[in-house]
């Protein structure tokens, strides 16, 4: 496949994965500027419960005399949320809440993004195998399958590594993105820096799409490293059921019948892409 077509797939890819908002959801605002969306009932819900917030025809928003205090009002959102049992699986993991300006307006609970519409942030790194064990006319990947108890794509394949931007340790700023991308790999693969080249940046894509308990709307940064000569990957969070590792003809071939997640399918086309540039 060259490089025309893989980029042809990966437009066609990424068009059929980012829908609009669906009609019935409003608009979640803080201080007049749009956060996520969540639907009528989940307004009407935390307009009662949460003081601060107020819900008309087409936003549930906190109210201007309360902006100062948004992050706290998402915090008692998220645990009206959680008593509702609106969430997702509980992970006491704060993911930055930002205006589509990219100004952070708070954190809040993971269990919530998809249920409040939030956009959140996802590192992927696309993992080669060393030098030594492909060449560069038959690159070869791992790919991860996903644990069976998650909660979005169960045992589907997945890129080596990947998972959501937090906040940084003083919790103050989102997580920088080479720290993000490092914790994941350490966390999901067992690797190292010193065990991989240093990481190149391929790209960002976004996804917008239905999912289980609401709407994710996820901002993709790609990036592609090798494995140094011998080294494995070893799952350290009880989040990936096993490892695989494929050359391109399969890569592409399990893309084909639908076992990739749509993230990893994405970012797995960028990074071919990127690999057939001159």
Not at 40 to 60: K, M, N
């Amino acid at each position: 496949m060259d490089l025309p077509e893989l980029e042809r797939r990966l437009d066609a890819l990424a068009r059929t994965n980012r829908h609009h908002q669906p009609a019935e959801r409003l608009d979640f605002e803080i201080d007049e500027r749009v956060v996520g969306s969540v639907t009528v009932e989940d307004a009407r819900l935390l307009a009662a419960q949460v003081p601060g917030l107020a819900v008309d025809d087409s936003a549930l928003s906190v109210l201007p005399v309360c902006a100062p205090d948004a992050p706290a009002v998402l915090q008692v959102i998220a645990q009206v949320l959680r008593a509702a049992g609106r969430t997702g699986k509980w992970r006491n993991e704060a993911l930055p809440v930002c205006a589509d300006d990219g100004t952070l307006m708070g954190s809040i609970e993971r269990a919530c993004v998809r249920t409040l519409g939030i956009r959140t942030f996802a590192v992927h790194l696309i993992g080669q195998i060393a030098p030594e064990a492909a060449t560069p006319a038959q690159p070869r990947f791992w790919l991860q399958r996903r644990a069976a108890d998650k909660d979005i794509d169960p045992n589907k394949l997945d890129t080596l590594a990947g998972g959501l931007v937090g906040m940084n340790s003083t919790g103050d700023a989102r997580e920088a993105l080479d720290l993000a991308l490092r914790r994941e790999v350490e966390e999901e693969a067992g690797l190292s820096p010193a065990q991989y080249d240093r990481p190149r940046q391929v790209g960002t894509w976004r996804v917008q799409r239905p999912v289980a308990g609401g709407f994710m709307i996820e901002d993709i940064i790609v990036a592609r490293a090798k494995l140094h000569a011998g080294v494995l990957p070893v799952n350290q969070d009880g989040e990936v059921a096993e490892f695989l590792c494929v050359d391109r003809a399969e890569l592409l071939a399990r893309l084909d019948r639908g076992e990739l997640t749509v993230e990893a399918a994405i970012a797995t086309l960028m990074s071919l892409a990127d690999l057939a540039r001159p």
